[in-house]
């Protein structure tokens, strides 16, 4: 099977570019004011408008209430909604619900304890995104190019699909998913050149990587 990828944080039409060149199935767009990625609504509008069929529409929000997400849904055209904050298993239900668009829920690891959270989200979210949890104190609850124990999910499935992430890049993300039996991935700044600005060598890097797992170790 082939891993299905995901490119997050994208801002610029080059990098809608580079991700349809390089294959990849989802584009993520970052609504979040701390983030390097973040984008106003018109221009996550513009971008969106340019990522072609066949790229899923991402938007990234962190503990957003009804009248962020009702103003990003009615702007920005979209196929998922990505939940990246402290979001209850009620709001992930109210969410889907309300907006009628599949919902990711992430969740954050750091040791086996963190490992129930997933179950819990199971039955309400369409998909789950597995990342690093952050640190205590971080701005960002993402995105901050930090690896988990990858091997905290070897022999683990889960009836929901699910992507990893965290600290992922092109030179280790066949270990991750040999490790994870992940069949979809996300990356952020493991593909930049400086936090916000992507590279589309390493766009193209990592999804030839991610689909060509050939482990190097
Ligand atoms: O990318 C961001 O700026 C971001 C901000 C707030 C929450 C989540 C964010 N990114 C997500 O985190 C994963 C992992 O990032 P990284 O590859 O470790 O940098 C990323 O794929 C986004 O889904």
């Not at 490119?7 to 767009?29: F, H, P, Q, S």
């Not at 990505?82 to 209850?88: A, C, N, V």
């Not at 490790?179 to 700044?189: E, P």
Request: glycine share 8%; net charge negative.
């Amino acid at each position: 099977m082939t891993t299905s990828v995901k490119i997050c944080g994208l801002k610029t039409t080059d990098d809608v570019a580079a991700v349809a060149a390089a294959g990849a199935r989802y584009a993520g767009l970052v609504f979040f004011a701390k983030s390097p990625r973040h984008l106003e609504i018109d221009q996550a509008r513009n971008l969106a408008l340019e990522i072609p069929e066949g790229v899923a529409k991402v938007a990234l929000t962190v503990n957003a209430d009804d009248a962020t997400l009702d103003a990003i849904t009615a702007q920005v055209p979209l196929d998922m909604l990505q939940l990246h904050g402290k979001e209850s298993v009620e709001r992930v239900q109210e969410v889907r619900a309300r907006y009628g668009l599949p919902v990711m829920k992430a969740i954050g690891i750091a040791d086996e304890a963190d490992l129930a959270q997933i179950s819990t989200y199971t039955q309400v979210a369409d998909q789950l995104l597995i990342d690093a949890k952050p640190p205590k104190h971080a701005d960002l609850p993402g995105g901050n190019g930090l690896a988990f124990d990858w091997r905290l999910l070897a022999g683990r499935r889960w009836a929901t699909p699910w992507m990893l992430a965290g600290g992922l890049n092109p030179e280790n993300v066949a270990e991750a998913i040999h490790l994870t039996g992940a069949t979809q991935v996300d990356v952020s700044s493991g593909v930049e050149s400086a936090p916000g600005v992507k590279n589309a060598k390493k766009i193209a890097d990592f999804v030839q990587a991610a689909t060509n797992p050939v482990p190097r170790f």
